[in-house]
């Protein structure tokens, strides 16, 4: 029977870590007439070819057959994975171990994996707890394994609530299509050099043409506006500089050496089970032209494996070729990372040597790339703990040893598969990551298929300063200083200072609220911006002087803007600015009592006027009450028209300008209970200790660029100020 088979995606295709994934022929397929056993027989032989997507629906249809089935539901599972499905493959292990908990003890493990790579780690770890739990097998090996399931789990958490400076976008679509794209190649900071089918639509194997579903290079100029913040990619174009592409193989991974000279890629080819041998190529460029593309020696193409992803590069005067190979001699695992030093006299590779254990686990390592600068060797594993599938990770060293084995965490990495980490040549830390993540293009699924990502390495923002006296105009020593977001009063960092100075990070696109605590100080305050900040700008540091003044039980002050209408008890609606000042004073001071004191003009009898300033103090009191400040820190006096800061009348006649500031509201300090202050910790290492240099930071003073301290802003708090124009 002919069958027309439809190629999806090619996962993995260029490293040969798993199959071309074909799906379902025409709807009129005789062979869903099939009976159950034979349908059976049919499916699990797509299955076994790796015909993933075909099987899959012909399980389906046996599923409606039998609902119940253990091993139908359990194959529908195995299809899902395969697909990277990953919800309704953890739902369908599930189903299948409730079916047959002992013909598919492996069920929970399968299902933990799903829902991690589904980014549900809580879930996750419940599973493999039962499976470490419950495993009843002879093979150590597979409750290690589930041990570092968990590990990643963990990780995971932690690295979402603490993520790298970075954010990921994806490349867009005139690079990136329904199928998968990989092994992106930075050509300088202007193009991008990459591999892909160029592809929006499911190609018929049988139907297209096979120049229609190989992967071949493609190249695509970067967009730039003229703030250079845009980073985009222009419409992709075909790559001719040499006879690398084949319309008969898939082509992909190139690499240049660092002259220049010589480019290696891969070729890879479908053998008759579906499976992916590739094999590494090289062309030398001479007399102006390349040449045709070689097969490396048998020392790097093994004949007996897979060779993929190779990259050049030189590491101290040696030039190095790092690639992946799944060969059985001296592995750690599945496919490793190799590297062959190049003898430049003889052109030729030596005899190729594992980059070791502190690198290759006993997983696939893959993708490498290295960076000279650094010292860094940058590669792709599922083996080491991880917060999904396949991770980016980093090394010290090489070729030959490695130390400081590091997992680069959230947002590089996602809890998908994240593979061929490559950074820019210029001078800022970007990069790209191929990945299944949310996000990507698809037509299946929405993790069936790898894209191009962006890398954008956020620029370092922070904001240094001390804390000053505002009477005695000295530093102030062992202060607790608070960062917290703006918009949501959330609290970000907080620490001890000996000093008085502190260095805070404040990522990009955000306000913040920076307060300085002592007892018996008024707590200080700040804001700092991030919000109009590009992630092309450079790194920058905001310099800020914090003041605050010591707390005595006559200190008063006014709080500007606090509008009273002529013979009104409540305040005007343009007040409320204001007054939420004074509810910050009250959130920053927790530990600080206040009297607040409300005032009229000379209009009026004495009695009339004092109950009308008690009116004015009371609903200033259910303002702030209504914003969450406890009534027993508050008390409303009412002053009537004692204390006149303006006169009411100027040479006999009435001054309605002096009389407005007259109708005013002040707050003076009754109370300090230093046991609601905010608990701190002495012995935590303080951020301006990682400067290197204290002593220029305890001279730091106030830049005025960065900062307006004459008046503040309309509503904030001036201490000894007095109210502007009323209206």
């Not at 193409?301 to 190095?320: A, L, R």
């Not at 100075?501 to 007892?519: E, Q, R, S, V």
């Amino acid at each position: 029977m002919r069958r027309k088979l439809l190629l999806l995606s090619l996962i993995t295709v260029l490293f040969s870590l798993g199959s071309v994934n074909v799906q379902a022929g025409p709807k009129d397929d005789p062979a869903a007439k099939l009976p159950f056993n034979k349908k059976k027989k049919w499916a699990d032989g797509l299955y076994k070819i790796g015909s993933f997507y075909t099987a899959e629906e012909y399980y389906f249809q046996l599923k409606k057959e039998q609902p119940r089935n253990p091993y139908v539901t359990y194959m529908i599972a195995e299809c899902m994975w395969m697909m990277r499905d990953y919800p309704p493959a953890a739902a369908y292990y599930n189903e299948a171990f409730a079916l047959a908990p002992e013909l598919y003890p492996e069920a929970p493990y399968k299902e933990g994996v799903m829902r991690k790579m589904n980014g549900d780690y809580e879930t996750a770890i419940k599973l493999f707890e039962y499976y470490i739990k419950n495993y009843k097998g002879k093979n150590k090996k597979r409750k290690l394994v589930a041990a570092r399931q968990i590990e990643g789990c963990k990780m995971a958490i932690n690295s979402l609530n603490t993520p790298g400076r970075a954010f990921v976008k994806n490349a867009g679509p005139n690079i990136n299509t329904i199928n998968t794209e990989l092994s992106p190649m930075p050509l300088g900071d202007t193009a991008l050099l990459y591999a892909t089918m160029n592809s929006n639509k499911i190609i018929e194997v049988n139907k297209d043409k096979r120049k229609d579903f190989v992967s071949r290079f493609m190249w695509a100029p970067k967009e730039f506006d003229r703030t250079r913040e845009k980073d985009t990619f222009e419409v992709a174009m075909g790559f001719n500089d040499g006879k690398f592409n084949d319309t008969k193989y898939h082509v992909g991974n190139g690499s240049w050496n660092p002259g220049g000279s010589r480019f290696y890629f891969t070729k890879c080819l479908e053998e008759d089970s579906l499976k992916i041998t590739c094999k590494i190529f090289v062309s030398e460029f001479t007399k102006g032209t390349w040449a045709s593309p070689k097969e490396l020696d048998g020392f790097i193409n093994d004949p007996e494996s897979s060779n993929t992803n190779p990259f050049c590069t030189t590491i101290g005067k040696k030039e190095v070729l790092y690639f992946a190979s799944n060969r059985k001699l001296q592995s750690a695992g599945g496919f490793d990372i190799w590297y062959s030093i190049y003898d430049p006299v003889r052109k030729s590779y030596r005899r190729p040597q594992n980059c070791g254990k502190k690198v290759n686990s006993w997983g696939d390592d893959i993708t490498p790339f290295y960076d000279s600068k650094k010292g860094k060797l940058y590669f792709a594993s599922n083996g080491w703990s991880n917060l999904g599938g396949f991770d980016i990770f980093s090394a010290e060293g090489g070729p030959s040893r490695y130390t400081n084995l590091k997992n680069l965490g959230f947002p590089i990495n996602s809890s998908a598969d994240d593979l061929y980490y490559v950074q820019d040549p210029g001078e800022k830390d970007n990069a790209y990551v191929v990945s299944n993540r949310l996000g990507s293009y698809y037509k299946k699924n929405p993790t069936c298929c790898d894209d191009i990502w962006r890398v954008i390495k956020e620029p370092n923002f922070y904001v240094k300063g001390i804390v000053i006296d505002e009477s005695t105009n000295e530093q102030i020593s062992q202060v607790v200083i608070k960062m917290s977001d703006e918009a949501t009063n959330t609290l970000k960092d907080t620490f001890y200072s000996k000093e008085g100075n502190f260095l805070f990070y404040t990522p990009m696109g955000k306000n913040y609220t920076i307060t300085a605590d002592k007892p018996q100080y008024i707590s200080g305050r700040t804001t700092v911006s991030t919000t109009g900040k590009s992630a092309m700008d450079p790194d920058d540091t905001t310099l800020v002087t914090i003041y605050m003044h010591k707390i005595t039980y006559d200190y008063e002050f006014h709080v500007q803007n606090v509008y009273y209408n002529y013979d009104k008890g409540d305040f005007q609606p343009d007040s409320y600015v204001a007054l939420d000042s004074m509810v910050k004073f009250m959130q920053d001071n927790p530990s600080v009592s206040v009297e607040i004191r409300s005032y009229t003009d000379n209009h009026g009898d004495d009695t009339y006027n004092d109950e009308l300033s008690v009116r004015r103090a009371q609903a200033v009191m259910a303002y702030m009450a209504q914003k969450g400040i406890d009534r027993g820190r508050m008390i409303a006096r009412g002053e009537g028209k004692k204390n006149p800061i303006a006169p009411n009348t100027v040479n006999g006649k009435d001054n309605p300008t002096g009389r407005q500031y007259n109708r005013r509201t002040e707050f003076r300090i009754i109370g300090d209970l230093p046991e609601r202050r905010i608990i701190y910790d002495q012995n935590r290492p303080e951020y301006i200790d990682k400067s290197g240099d204290e002593q220029r930071d305890k001279n730091l003073k106030i830049n005025n660029d960065n900062e307006d301290e004459d008046g503040g802003d309309a509503g904030e708090l001036a201490p000894g100020s007095r109210v502007g124009d009323e209206r």
